[in-house]
């Protein structure tokens, strides 16, 4: 079974502060997915990353950033200098391979809340 | 291009009827499935397809119905309307094997059961 822990559940943070939202995940499986999603007011899903079990750098998108650490099962996502645009729920999500099946499992989402 | 495409947007049905959400996607995607969001609870995965003619449960499956008679479309079927069953449900489409995994979503169906 797997598993996306997103302890945190509501994060409030004035307009330019850094803010990382925690994901832990459980798998069995040696070779899997993580994706972090964001779902703004309008209520689509938007894809912010991929990464994969064998690949652990981290990874930098302009303010955004990704921590990937195979021994604590984290994945953790830092928006620097925060926006109002920012304000959205973000979902941490895990797909493993079993045998011919994808399943993504999602974590319960944080909402995040910046303010001017 | 149209990707991953989910009718209707919004409904609105009464305890006992039956609807299907249509879901439809034009990338020769191999695997579909359907997720419900709840207030709280994240996506929770319905029913998922590996391919046309392979249909397996997720997590939720109760009082839901799934065929993939074709590549292209994953209908989600509602037999018999209940209030639990109101939500916003996503149709997913992925390339699977060794073209990735990337996932697609549709823009969601409002669903709510009075």
């Known amino acids: 079974a797997q598993k996306v822990t997103q302890a945190q559940t509501e994060i409030s943070v004035v307009e330019k502060e850094d803010v990382t939202l925690d994901c832990v995940y459980e798998?069995?499986?040696?070779?899997?997915?993580l994706f972090w999603y964001k779902q703004p007011p309008s209520g689509e899903l938007v894809f912010l990353i991929r990464r994969n079990s064998f690949d652990e750098q981290n990874e930098i998108s302009g303010r955004y950033s990704w921590n990937f650490q195979k021994s604590t099962s984290s994945f953790n996502f830092t928006i620097t200098a925060s926006q109002v645009v920012d304000s959205a729920v973000y979902f941490c999500a895990l797909s493993s391979r079993t045998g011919a099946n994808s399943k993504l499992t999602f974590g319960k989402g944080i909402t995040l809340s910046v303010r001017p | 291009n149209a990707g991953v495409t989910q009718t209707p947007k919004f409904q609105v049905l009464k305890t006992g009827q039956s609807m299907t959400l249509q879901c439809a996607q034009d990338?020769?995607?191999?695997?579909m499935s359907w997720y419900r969001q709840d207030p709280g609870m994240g996506l929770r995965l319905i029913h998922y397809?590996?391919?046309?003619?392979?249909?397996d449960q997720g997590e939720v499956p109760n009082g839901y119905n799934v065929s993939r008679s074709t590549t292209e479309d994953f209908p989600l079927r509602l037999l018999s309307a209940a209030p639990s069953q109101t939500s916003v449900y996503f149709c997913a489409s992925s390339p699977g094997g060794s073209r990735g995994y990337g996932y697609t979503f549709g823009s969601g169906t409002r669903l709510t059961v009075v």
């Open positions: 798998t069995r499986d040696t070779t899997y997915y």
């Open positions: 397809s590996v391919g046309a003619g392979i249909t």
């Open positions: 990338m020769n995607h191999e695997y």
